[in-house]
């Protein structure tokens, strides 16, 4: 006898038909019904430019190093789907791809195995077709762009005659609607536009084709410029890219893309430092010294550059696509620990015990803390931390655990709490993930009280019938009355708050025990005794005399455990 685990994976989706629609620029994408009735969901990739790929065996989903992007999701028992590209149509001249995947509803879940590909011939229009938005010049005020396209690959030309012009109209963000700028129209398939801020700010273009009888035809997708980040952190320096164009930048045929490097204080060019194969490691580059076995030096400042590479998976267009991104630089980072945060006491906020007595309320239910912190004093403290952690304790002498992490603020509101008792410190993070020490601790602490009365009747008149803690539980929303008339400011100061355990004892004049209860589990902290004994017989008329012993909800231990001794006149 053997115990086998066995996975059940279902099998791909099949592909029916897919077409496109030249006019509205649409992809009507068909399947067969699923084979698997219990499919929750169809899912729909999509990505420019082929890349074939079978899956191995018993490999389900779609993996990353394919560049498809999920563009929408069907119920498991459609056959169809439009792809609109988010109501802008699909770019002319591209090839566009298509995979499904199935998956499955909870608590199972999973993928199915990706379906084949599926591509589309390009669209052919009378849009021009835009290649290239590469910057020639870092700068904030004389940057340069150069931006390429080329003509309509399926024009009507006695319809529509040549020479054809084009009209370039630039907006910012990567792909901002908002025209910034319209070029004149021009003959040539080129055009540098110069004095631009392309340190600070990304642009993207299109080109609209003008017939020689001055009909506007039919506009290009958008193209932006490659943008590049830079983070610093300790001896490296990480690098990422982005552009949104009609074209793809993660090819199978051309996956590199170029990283340069230079010395911010150098007269000379950077220089070809590495290349990344963008399938395998996204648009995202550590360099780390390893060019030439050189370390990054803390005192040196380097500026890159990266050069992307693309295609629109279309023979008749040029391939590939090489665009290069503005010039960014930054300083390796010093990995030491940033200095501790400083908790300024006259900046934070929490227990308040006036507004507690004063609520409308005996039952507020979540409670909030608010935290405020200074960055130590000095340049050096101020330049290394970049986010912060939390660390609470429940009780003085707890230990503290790190709750919250990355908090940019100099401040916290820590909301909905069951109570205000919580003890905080603060550790500084710095940009390789170092942390500083902690804070000192600042505590919040809750607003005890328990209060038992001297008298009640359990006589039947729904007044007063038990003892119990004061409470406004029997307060009738809207008029605010109940059985024993309104409940006021003075009876609410007496509320029940913050109480976790509490143990009753009474005892008669002879001091024999004859009550006695313990909250928990069901049982109110309010005691809410009917005037009956241990055995549920009722107890005379009379004096009688109780022992609370009651455990708080408090942050200080010296505070926790309270003993209560009293009277209570019982009269029926």
């Keep these: 006898f053997k115990t086998w685990n066995i996975k059940i994976i279902g099998p791909s989706p099949v592909w029916k038909n897919a077409t496109v629609n030249t006019t509205t620029r649409q992809a009507n994408l068909e399947w067969e019904p699923y084979?698997?009735?219990?499919?929750?969901?169809?899912?729909?990739?999509?990505?420019?430019?082929?890349?074939?790929?079978t899956p191995?065996?018993?490999?389900?989903?779609?993996?990353?190093?394919?560049?498809?992007?999920?563009?929408?999701?069907?119920?498991?028992?459609?056959t169809k789907y439009t792809d609109t590209n988010n109501g802008l149509g699909l770019a002319v001249g591209a090839q566009y791809c298509y995979r499904l995947v199935a998956t499955y509803p909870a608590p199972g879940g999973g993928s199915s195995v990706v379906s084949k590909e599926f591509c589309l011939e390009p669209i052919i229009g009378a849009a021009p077709i835009i290649t290239n938005v590469t910057i020639?010049?870092?700068?904030?005020t004389v940057g340069q762009i150069t931006?390429?396209?080329?003509?309509?690959?399926?024009?009507?030309?006695?319809?529509?005659p040549s020479p054809y012009t084009f009209a370039v109209t630039r907006a910012e963000g990567f792909s901002g609607k908002v025209a910034q700028k319209s070029f004149a129209p021009i003959r040539d398939s080129t055009l540098v536009d110069t004095g631009v801020n392309t340190f600070e700010k990304v642009y993207n273009y299109?080109?609209?084709?003008?017939?020689?009888n001055k009909n506007k035809l039919d506009t290009s997708a958008s193209a932006s410029t490659v943008r590049l980040?830079?983070?610093?952190?300790a001896g490296k320096i990480e690098l990422f890219w982005n552009a949104i164009v009609p074209w793809n930048n993660k090819t199978k045929e051309y996956p590199k893309h170029l990283i340069y490097r230079g010395l911010s204080n150098s007269s000379n060019p950077l220089t070809l430092i590495d290349s990344i194969d963008v399938n395998q490691n996204q648009f995202h580059y550590i360099d780390s010294g390893s060019y030439k076995k050189t370390p990054l030096l803390e005192t040196e400042t380097y500026c890159y550059q990266v050069a992307t590479k693309g295609a629109y998976g279309n023979k008749k267009l040029p391939e590939p696509l090489s665009n290069f991104s503005e010039i960014v630089c930054a300083k390796p980072i010093v990995e030491t620990a940033p200095c501790k945060p400083i908790i300024d006491p006259t900046l934070v906020s929490g227990t308040n015990c006036d507004d507690a007595l004063q609520a409308a309320s005996c039952n507020q239910k979540t409670f909030s803390n608010f935290l405020n912190w200074k960055r130590s004093t000095g340049t050096d403290c101020i330049d290394k931390t970049t986010t912060y952690n939390i660390y609470i304790a429940g009780s003085k002498g707890d230990e503290f655990k790190k709750v919250y992490q990355s908090v940019k603020d100099t401040f916290f509101v820590d909301s909905n709490l069951p109570s205000y008792a919580r003890c905080y410190k603060i550790s500084a993070v710095n940009r390789s993930g170092k942390e500083s020490e902690?804070?000192?601790?600042?505590?919040?602490?809750?607003?005890?009280?328990y209060e038992l009365p001297n008298v009640f009747t359990p006589n039947g008149d729904l007044c007063n019938e038990k003892f119990s803690a004061y409470n406004?539980?029997?307060?009738?929303?809207?008029?605010?009355?109940?059985?024993?008339?309104?409940?006021?400011?003075?009876m609410r100061k007496k509320c029940a708050r913050f109480v976790d355990k509490v143990v009753f004892t009474v005892v008669n004049r002879w001091g024999n025990e004859v009550y006695k209860y313990e909250s928990g589990s069901e049982r109110s902290i309010y005691i809410d005794w009917d005037g009956k004994d241990n055995n549920g017989r009722e107890l005379s008329t009379g004096v009688y005399y109780y022992t609370a012993d009651v455990t708080f909800n408090v942050v200080d231990p010296a505070k926790k455990n309270q003993k209560i001794k009293g009277w209570v006149q019982l009269i029926r």
Aim: charge should be neutral; include cysteine.
């Design 472 to 490: 406004d539980r029997d307060a009738i929303l809207g008029d605010n009355n109940g059985p024993c008339g309104k409940v006021t400011t003075e």
């Design 206 to 212: 299109s080109v609209l084709l003008i017939d020689a």
């Design 229 to 233: 980040e830079l983070k610093p952190r």
């Design 56 to 78: 191995p065996a018993c490999v389900t989903g779609i993996p990353d190093f394919l560049g498809y992007t999920i563009i929408g999701t069907a119920a498991g028992t459609s």
């Design 438 to 449: 902690l804070s000192e601790a600042i505590c919040f602490d809750n607003c005890p009280y």
């Design 35 to 53: 084979t698997c009735k219990n499919a929750s969901s169809i899912q729909i990739y999509r990505r420019i430019n082929s890349y074939p790929w």
């Design 147 to 160: 931006v390429k396209w080329r003509s309509p690959l399926g024009i009507d030309k006695t319809k529509f």
């Design 136 to 140: 020639d010049k870092t700068d904030k």
